[in-house]
Every structure is written in C-alpha cells, then in structure tokens.
C-alpha cells in the first residue's frame, strides 16, 4: 500500500511543521520546512526499513507522519550542523 502525490505533500507539510515545532530554534520557512518534510520521509523510511519496520509508504497516514517527523528532525539537526545554525537542543 502506497500512499499518492497529495498524501505525500501532505505528510511532508505536517512532518516539517511538527519538525519545527519540535526543534528550537529558527525554521527554514515554510516551503523549505515542506521540503524538509517530504525529504526527511525518504530519510525515516530509509531509517525504518533498515530496522526492519517497513517504509514510510507500508503503514498508514499517522504512523507514516511519525517516521517522517522522525527523519525531518535527524534531517534538521544534520542541516544545522553542516550550516553552523545550531537553534537551541531538542
């Protein structure tokens, strides 16, 4: 089961919203949060299937926006230390 292009939008925008709302600090903006988001669903479901959960795309809508939070935040946290923004700790 896979989900479609508006799922998938839709998973990345409430990932990077969630992203920022967990990480203190500064945002990257909405847009670039969105991208953050679909991006970091392609790293949580990278993450998940190597630990033998299943990508981001096997589970339905919450658990799908949970891996893919959980991918935006390892993905934030790594963009701020390549750009030297280090925000505040989670």
Do not use: C, P
């Not at 998973?11 to 903006?29: E, H, P, Q, R």
């Not at 847009?31 to 299943?54: E, K, R, W």
């Not at 339905?60 to 939070?69: D, E, P, Y």
Request: hydrophobic share 55%; net charge positive; proline share 0%.
């Amino acid at each position: 089961m896979g989900h479609g292009w508006i799922a998938w939008i839709i998973i990345g925008v409430i990932a990077g919203w969630l992203t920022g709302k967990l990480m203190k600090g500064s945002g990257f903006g909405f847009f670039m949060d969105m991208i953050v988001g679909l991006v970091g669903a392609l790293v949580g479901g990278f993450i998940s299937s190597h630990l033998g959960l299943g990508g981001v795309g096997q589970h339905g809508l919450i658990v799908s926006i949970i891996i893919a939070t959980i991918g935006a935040v390892i993905l934030t946290w790594i963009l701020r230390l390549i750009s030297g923004n280090r925000g505040a700790n989670l």
